[in-house]
């Protein structure tokens, strides 16, 4: 029992060690793409607007996007994007993002920071 | 190792006796090292004629008659040089180490008193959409859920009893195997050598069969295509099953 416990104990232990190297994007928003087979619904193509390429996923409100992402227009669609205060926070993307003001979309407020290039 | 040794202890048991009987056999270096010299041996029986050998003889017939009681101290006695077995549990993965149901097939053969090799041939299914993406740096990752992902792996292990009460004898079990892994929906497939380290308990239920469950941690490195080249595999798994004299 004790060699259970001890068991299980190594295995949590191990398994936060390894989730500490897990990155701060996702299939769902955030890796780097060329194909919509990257991600887990869509690929912003790469392109001065989505410096090599942006997974993100259709949306109505930010409620259906991840907590740090807001659903904003972009072209014929809403997607979710990263929100940001200032341009620092968008470094985590890679050179070309910046923190830019889009229309909210869906919501009342109309403007919000995401970051996006372009 | 041991089984010689206690099959040599049996002997020398014997040998004992037997010159306690009859003084002028040959080994007198083996048991009766007090005794200078033949002439002095009559006396040291002489004293014991009736009950020590007596006593000593019927126990070393017994030993002698019953040489597998002789295992029951270290490992089951219904515990026989060859086995067979089937397992089935679940495995815990993640990230890159596969995870989900696992069903395994055990061979058994003893190595000594007290330890079994046990051969292991397992396949674990795991569910799991795809999970690998490319994160900003251009680095391919993969974070799958802790039941996601295939494997087949075969194993080889050592089985130790560490002594047990009536039917139930708990064990520890170690080793190493190889195996393939593969995450379907993403296209990665890999090998992986994880090593195995464990325990459990073998109850017998009867004469020739004995049900077990253990617990084991797994932990190993495998090689994957695409770019994600070496991995860790770290993974725990329970299971059940029940084994057979061959």
């Known amino acids: 029992m004790r060699i259970a416990i001890l068991a299980l104990a190594l295995m949590a232990g191990g398994q936060s060690l390894v ?26 193509t790469p392109s001065t607007d ?15 996007c991840p907590s740090d992402a807001a659903c904003i227009n972009e072209e014929t669609s809403a997607v979710c994007a990263y929100t940001c205060f200032t341009d620092p926070g968008c470094q985590f993307l890679g050179a070309g993002y910046k923190c830019s003001e889009r229309d909210h979309h869906g919501a009342t407020a109309g403007k919000v920071f995401v970051c996006r290039g372009g | 190792m041991s089984r010689r040794l206690s099959a040599l202890a049996i002997m020398l ?11 002028a056999t040959p080994p ?10 033949p002439d002095t041996t009559p006396p040291v029986t002489a004293p014991t004629p009736t009950t020590p050998p007596a006593a000593a003889t019927t126990t070393t017939t017994e ?35 596969p995870g989900g149901l696992k069903i395994a097939g055990h061979y058994l053969y003893q190595l000594s008193d007290q330890d079994w090799f046990d051969g292991v041939a397992a396949f674990t299914f795991g569910g799991g959409d795809a999970a690998c993406f490319r994160d900003r740096m ?35 079990r170690a080793g190493v195997g190889l195996a393939i892994v593969r995450f379907g929906d993403d296209d990665v497939t890999g090998l992986a050598i994880p090593l195995h380290l464990g325990g459990g308990i073998r109850v017998s239920v009867a004469p020739a069969v004995a049900v077990t469950a253990h617990v084991d941690l797994e932990v190993g490195l495998a090689r994957f295509n695409h770019t994600l080249g070496l991995e860790p595999q770290l993974g725990a798994s329970i299971a059940a099953g029940a084994e057979f004299k061959l």
């Open chain 1, 19 to 44: 989730a500490c190297q897990s990155s701060d994007v996702s299939r769902e928003l955030g890796a780097r793409c060329d194909l919509n087979s990257e991600c887990d619904e869509r690929c912003l």
């Open chain 2, 63 to 97: 030993t002698t008659s019953a040489s597998p009681e002789v295992h029951s101290t270290v490992a089951p006695p219904d515990m026989s040089d060859q086995g067979m077995g089937a397992s089935v549990g679940i495995v815990t993965g993640g990230r890159d180490t």
């Open chain 1, 50 to 64: 989505w410096p090599g390429g942006f997974c993100t996923i259709t949306c109505d409100s930010d409620a259906d």
């Open chain 2, 138 to 172: 251009d680095n391919f990752l993969c974070d799958h859920g802790l039941a996601d992902g295939n494997a087949v792996e075969v194993a080889a292990n050592v089985r130790r009893f560490l002594g047990g009460k009536g039917d139930f004898w708990p064990f520890l």
């Open chain 2, 13 to 23: 048991a014997a040998t004992g006796v037997a010159s306690a009987d009859e003084p």
């Open chain 2, 28 to 37: 007198t270096d083996a048991t009766p090292t007090p005794t200078p010299a």
